[in-house]
């Protein structure tokens, strides 16, 4: 058996790619299907046929594939990581990008591909010779943390526990605005229509934008310091966190801001102060509002958490301009909309939601996929498969 180097699922989480050395895997979540191998000695009933990789340079030395929606575009990333490649399966033909240094991740949909380094981001058009529309420094980012949807992405910004959200078309940067909601490095990104998700390297904490009212919501995972592998969102703000330990904790935006709304926090707080169990937000800039109000963080399985800083002040960053805009933020207790069960394996493993009431796990280092189904109430496991 071949094994995984890494999957990921594509936008719409309707399909698994799995890297390999020397080719990928698609694999349909619903129902659960391979729809196209090109490793060696391939057995599939799949549409496109095996291919040899030897036939093909292009699917050698591979370190990470990313599909394109749903279609037979696949960016390939090549060790040693400092070439790209924008595959057509169905034609068999191919693009390539070179970069002076490693490539630590990569995004593509159908307005640019995001290229990830351990410094800077790399935004480049899909037509060749895929010029650069940007290029934007981040923090330390050794494990390429990042998000991408739509003519949006989030990375960890220059400054440490905060985000960049940057806003672009094929001219270049339409849009930028940074908000500090950490102490502590970004390990672990989600983004959705509605929220942007993010936690640091303490793992206790799951912090929510509102990407339209930038309120900020706080949610616990836990008290006992662990990481995060990952996050997912779902359509109608479901969310599901995948953690070391072995868990998989799920909550419902919606319906714990809905909570919190008909409850009396209904103020805008630009700055609070929490101690508990890990994480800490570092104190608003000057010049920034102070209030003394404070409420429950959201979903604590054990116990009632201190209040906690909401960073104020954020900056908010047009093109060309710079702007400063208060960071709003709302803290709810609503603790029952909180749920979590044990997974298979701590080690490394991306989460999606196939539907708004299924979860599907994928771990390379297992070459497995779990799947488990989402009710009010409780989690409840599904079948596995190989990958």
């Given at each position: 058996m071949y094994r995984a180097l890494n999957c990921r699922f594509n936008s719409d989480c309707s399909c698994i790619i799995a890297t390999y050395q020397s080719g990928f895997k698609v694999i349909s979540t619903i129902p659960f299907k391979l729809l196209l191998s090109t490793l060696p000695n391939s057995s599939s009933n799949a549409s496109s046929r095996p291919e040899n990789p030897s036939a093909n340079p292009t699917l050698k030395h591979l370190y990470l594939a990313t599909i394109l929606?749903?279609?037979?575009?696949?960016?390939?990333?090549?060790?040693?990581?400092?070439?790209?490649t924008l595959y057509d399966d169905i034609s068999k033909t191919s693009s390539s990008m070179t970069f002076d240094l490693p490539v630590v991740n990569a995004f593509i949909n159908k307005h640019a591909i995001l290229a990830v380094f351990s410094s800077f981001i790399c935004i480049t058009s899909l037509k060749a010779p895929h010029p650069v529309i940007a290029r934007i420094e981040t923090s330390k980012n050794e494990e390429?943390?990042?998000?991408?949807?739509?003519n949006t992405i989030v990375v960890p910004s220059t400054e440490t526990g905060a985000i960049h959200i940057i806003e672009f078309n094929e001219s270049g940067i339409v849009n930028q605005q940074e908000l500090t909601i950490h102490k502590s490095a970004i390990v672990t990104m989600a983004m959705n229509e509605d929220y942007i998700a993010s936690?640091?390297?303490t793992g206790t904490l799951i912090r929510c934008v509102n990407r339209k009212t930038l309120e900020l919501s706080t949610f616990r995972r836990g008290v006992d310091q662990t990481?995060?592998?990952a996050i997912a969102l779902s359509k109608k703000n479901r969310m599901a966190v995948l953690s070391s330990n072995g868990t998989l904790h799920v909550y419902d935006l919606e319906r714990a801001n809905g909570a919190a709304r008909r409850g009396s926090n209904n103020s805008t707080i630009e700055s609070i102060s929490d101690t508990d169990m890990g994480e800490t937000i570092p104190s608003s800039p000057p010049n920034a509002t102070q209030t003394n109000e404070t409420s429950p963080v959201v979903g604590s399985p054990t116990k009632a958490a201190k209040a906690e800083d909401a960073p104020s002040g954020s900056k908010m960053r047009a093109a060309g301009n710079k702007m400063t805009a208060p960071l709003r933020k709302k803290y709810q207790r609503d603790g029952k909309h909180i749920m979590h069960t044990k997974t298979l394996s701590k080690s490394n493993a991306v989460v999606a939601w196939t539907s708004e009431t299924e979860l599907m796990v994928a771990r390379a280092a297992d070459n497995l996929c779990e799947t488990f189904f989402i009710n009010d109430e409780a989690i409840s496991n599904g079948p596995y498969y190989p990958l």
């Open positions: 929606n749903s279609t037979n575009i696949i960016l390939l990333v090549h060790k040693p990581q400092t070439k790209l390429g943390v990042a998000c991408m949807l739509e936690c640091s390297h990481r995060i592998w």
